[in-house]
Nanobody, 127 residues
């Protein structure tokens, strides 16, 4: 069983930046991609970014494209989400999870097939 630990959230003013970290805890399974997701009160959990671990290719939903960037540190077995130009609508609990299925490049799996959900980290963007 793999579970991720998310960290790095906090309170930031609009226009500010945060870097979230995602590290697996416990046994490590072979997973092919890691996604970042977020859930705001009253909203469904949404996927916002994905990194394919084979070559580091990244993909973003339109609402964060150009502002957020995923990266990985293989030595630390950690995935990051650099968030810049934050907006109040970015406020949510952020989660990371892994896709155990090898999919065609650029194809994002259904959210309910991701595994390793942690407790998430709260991001609040407010002045």
């Amino acid at each position: 069983q793999v579970q991720f630990v998310e960290s790095g959230g906090g309170l930031v003013q609009p226009g500010g930046s945060l870097t979230l970290s995602c590290t697996p805890s416990g046994f490590t399974l072979n997973y092919y991609a890691v996604g970042w997701f977020r859930q705001a009160p009253g909203n469904e959990r949404e996927g916002i970014s994905l990194i394919e671990l084979e070559d580091g290719s990244t993909y973003y939903t339109d609402s964060v494209k150009g502002r957020f960037a995923m990266s990985r540190d293989n030595a630390k077995n950690t995935v990051y989400l650099q968030m810049n130009h934050l907006k109040p609508e970015d406020s949510a609990v952020y989660y990371c999870a892994a896709d155990l299925v090898l999919r065609p490049k650029g194809v994002n799996g259904p959210i309910n097939e991701y595994v390793g959900w942690g407790q998430g980290t709260q991001v609040t963007v407010s002045s």
